[in-house]
């Protein structure tokens, strides 16, 4: 079996990471190891002879530290892990190599520039090299992108790699903070590439005007040291964590939703992926996506702030960081939690049968639930173009709104009739089943779970989704019918 010492043990062990022993349990195995590098009995063990307190043993995600299960029958396909139980203070937990960082220099603007993180002791010049060499890619440029790349330039990494494909739009200003009013319509990472060249232009900053997807994301990541996941999609947010796992590169997750956020830490160490936190998206349309749900201006600052730190912890190697955890902000109420994320050994991907081998087998986009929301499965609809046709040419329809109330207060169509999706089931008899019937939502993703509701509750008329929702509406109908407020 594989027996794995945590870095800021290895002085103990010949620098060793990873010895192939045999052992029938976890006695044996620090008996050998006692035995082999008999300087390593003072550091595992007092003068008791207990096993020191900082120090935690795993015997795959089992904890193992308590002597009562030391005689316990070893699996022998199981790794047993040796780590401190903080892995702080230490700056030997870099995921940057000594080799990469010895290698850069820090020039007298450098020294002035970073002079605050010199002034650390846990950071200090060492540091500092460890953050200049580092490779970080950030997929997102918008909400939780904006204070990722921001900061990770002002502190000097030395490659950040920005995958985007969006442009900038005016809703996007309320908490976007790296793009301005002069950015409208330009592609995201173009107004990043500015912003970080204005920071420090000796930044490699490599812009990626690309959709993430199955058929790119293992090119775009290779070879880098770190992914921070500023997307806002269950798809995005599977296929990023699948192949950083697969490839063996940490991922920094983060995400927020209307009040709240959240931050973890995953594939790293032997540690949990986000599968094991969450094993499957919900159904397409059951919760909304940020852009349809909303959130505060300042929630992306806080979380992306949050996933910027963890980041330069895991760079420059120190602190605690979230790898198996998951941190909850609640901004609302000030509430944060942080939750602990085991692996999971029925994980299809870092389990013990994984399933998901490569990120191109796996339909994503199945998974998701997205082909449906596509409309081209279960669901029929009109585009705003035939929508707009049919109103003008009065043909008969009832249209049927499921927005929220606060969401009609902003955009309110004229003549919907207006049902909540949890009441349509009981309300169908207010439905003609002779003429069609067309649902409207913000984006056409809730109006999707809306028919299917109603076909489940044996409504037989013709029910179509208006495609895209009021969003595609807007430059059709809205703008030469003056304003809808
Ligand atoms: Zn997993």
């Not at 008791?48 to 699996?75: C, M």
């Amino acid at each position: 079996m594989n027996v794995y010492i945590s870095a800021t043990l290895r002085g103990f062990f010949g620098k060793k990471n990873k010895f192939n022993i045999e052992a029938e349990n976890v006695r044996g195995v620090l008996n050998w190891l006692t035995d082999e590098y008999p300087d390593s009995k003072k550091i595992l063990f007092d003068e008791a002879n207990h096993l020191r307190s900082f120090i935690q043993i795993y015997v795959g995600d089992i904890n193992k530290t308590d002597e009562i299960g030391w005689s316990d029958p070893l699996p022998s396909e199981k790794e047993i892990y040796l780590i401190p139980a903080i892995a702080g203070g230490s700056p030997n937990n870099s995921i940057i190599s000594d080799e990469r960082s010895k290698a850069i220099t820090l020039d007298d603007a450098d020294i002035e520039r970073f002079e605050k993180h010199l002034m650390l002791r846990d950071i200090g010049v060492k540091g500092q090299k460890r953050i200049r060499a580092a490779k970080v890619v950030v997929i997102g440029a918008g909400a939780l992108g904006s204070p990722v790349i921001q900061y990770l330039a002002a502190a000097g990494v030395g490659t950040i790699k920005v995958v985007d494909y969006d442009v900038v739009a005016l809703d996007n200003l309320q908490s976007q903070v790296l793009h301005t009013s002069r950015d409208l319509k330009r592609p995201k990472v173009a107004s990043a590439r500015d912003k970080v060249r204005n920071i420090d232009k000796k930044i490699d900053f490599q812009p990626e005007n690309s959709k993430l997807d199955a058929d790119n994301a293992t090119e775009l990541i290779d070879g880098y040291d770190l992914v921070i996941d500023c997307t806002d999609n269950y798809k995005s947010r599977y296929l990023i964590n699948d192949a950083c796992a697969l490839l063996g590169i940490p991922l920094v997750f983060g995400a927020i939703y209307q009040y709240e956020g959240q931050v973890g830490i995953f594939n790293i160490n032997g540690g949990s992926c986000y599968r094991c936190a969450f094993p499957a998206p919900p159904p397409a349309g059951l919760v909304p996506t940020c852009s349809e749900g909303g959130s505060i201006s300042p929630l992306p600052g806080i979380v992306g702030s949050i996933q910027a730190n963890e980041a330069l912890k895991l760079i420059i190697g120190i602190g605690e960081h979230l790898s198996g955890k998951l941190l909850t902000v609640d901004s609302l109420y000030l509430h944060t939690k942080i939750l602990k994320v085991e692996r999971n050994h029925k994980c299809p991907l870092c389990g013990d049968t994984p399933t998901i081998v490569q990120v191109e087998d796996f339909d994503y986009d199945d998974f998701c639930g997205l082909k449906e929301s596509e409309g081209e499965i279960l669901v029929e609809g009109f585009t705003a173009e035939e929508f707009a046709e049919k109103l003008e040419k009065h043909h008969p329809m009832t249209i049927v709104d499921v927005r929220e109330p606060h969401e009609r207060a902003i955009l309110r169509f004229p003549n919907a009739v207006v049902i909540p999706i949890g009441q349509l089931a009981r309300r169908k008899g207010e439905l003609d089943p002779e003429i069609d019937t067309v649902f409207l939502c913000k984006e056409g993703k809730r109006s999707i779970l809306a028919i299917q509701t109603l076909r489940e509750a044996g409504y037989t008329g013709a029910l179509y989704n208006l495609k895209g929702g009021l969003d595609s509406l807007k430059d059709i109908i809205f703008s030469h019918e003056g304003a809808w407020l």
